[in-house]
């Protein structure tokens, strides 16, 4: 299969993680072993966010070999450890040091910044938020923040000024409509990267389970994911890239997710790849 370049298109669409034991079948074929998932993926998609990184950083070697194995023309981005975004450390700066120097063989485009439901909009996370990304800044400067915020105080006129004062790009997530969590936010561009995360609608698991992956065990509907064709739509217009990942990634679901989106694509004229 030949690749598409993915630095010649404005939409790039793929799936959060690859490295996922239960899409042998769904997705990689029976037998193939893991040090191919990635190539096979990258058959396929042009851009994945490697969600791994939020538990720990691999050795660079790691990463110099997954940016060789896809190449130059390939779209990483990369997620943030658990200890920025959940523990929060009180002095970030040197843990975002050490992640930049670890991950820096995967040349990313885009680091998220995901942070939990109990992340709320008040003056102490707005004062960790900022020093947190002045050390983003500063360590990696080349790569394009992007914040994911899990409660819906955040979703306010004056967070979205702040993140577009400093070029800071908004996580735009399709979730379960659930009472705390934020809506379904649209088209919302603070930066010259559009970012959208659509991690299914499981409500009864979201809340109520005993694995993490079981909140993201959920199939979209085409008429769930056609709301999100003119909102594309919109951020290309505003937009230098759009980055589009499906994180209902249980038993390849996510997989399934992007590419009935992009039969929707396709059908509204959309050039995705």
């Known amino acids: 299969m030949q690749r598409k370049q993915a630095s010649s ?6 799936t959060s993680g690859y490295s996922y034991a239960d899409w042998v079948g769904p997705v990689y074929p029976p037998g193939i072993p893991r040090s191919q998932w990635l190539n096979h993926y990258a058959d396929r998609f042009r851009t994945v966010e490697i969600n791994s990184t939020y538990y720990g950083v691999s050795k660079p070697s790691t990463y110099a070999r997954m940016r060789a194995t896809v190449g130059e023309d390939f779209v990483f981005s990369v997620k943030a ?3 920025l975004t959940h523990d929060r450390s009180a002095a970030p ?19 998220l910044l ?3 439901f109990s992340f709320h909009y008040e003056p102490k ?5 900022a020093r947190l990304l002045d050390a983003f800044a500063e360590q990696m400067p080349q790569v394009q923040p992007v914040v994911e915020v899990r409660h819906h105080s955040w979703i306010q006129a004056s967070f979205l000024a702040g ?8 996580a735009n997530v399709d979730l379960p409509a659930l009472r705390g969590l934020p809506p379904t936010t649209g088209a919302a561009m603070t930066a010259k990267l559009g970012y959208v995360r659509l991690h299914g609608r499981n409500a009864a698991k979201w809340w109520r389970h005993k694995e993490a992956w079981e909140r993201y065990d959920y199939s979209y509907k085409r008429e769930e994911l056609k709301i999100w064709v003119p909102r594309v739509r919109r951020m290309l217009a505003a937009a230098e890239q759009v980055l589009v990942y499906a994180n209902n990634h249980f038993q390849g679901q996510a997989v399934a997710t992007i590419e009935l989106l ?7 004229e959309i050039t995705a790849g």
């Open 114 to 116: 995901q942070f939990p």
């Open 262 to 268: 992009e039969e929707l694509f396709e059908e509204a």
């Open 81 to 83: 450890p658990g200890t």
């Open 9 to 14: 298109l404005k939409l790039l669409v793929g």
């Open 163 to 170: 993140l577009r004062a400093r070029g800071v790009a908004f």
């Open 93 to 111: 700066l040197p843990l975002v040091r050490d992640f930049a120097a670890g991950v820096a063989p995967l040349r990313a485009t885009a680091v």
């Open 125 to 129: 996370t707005r004062i960790y938020l």
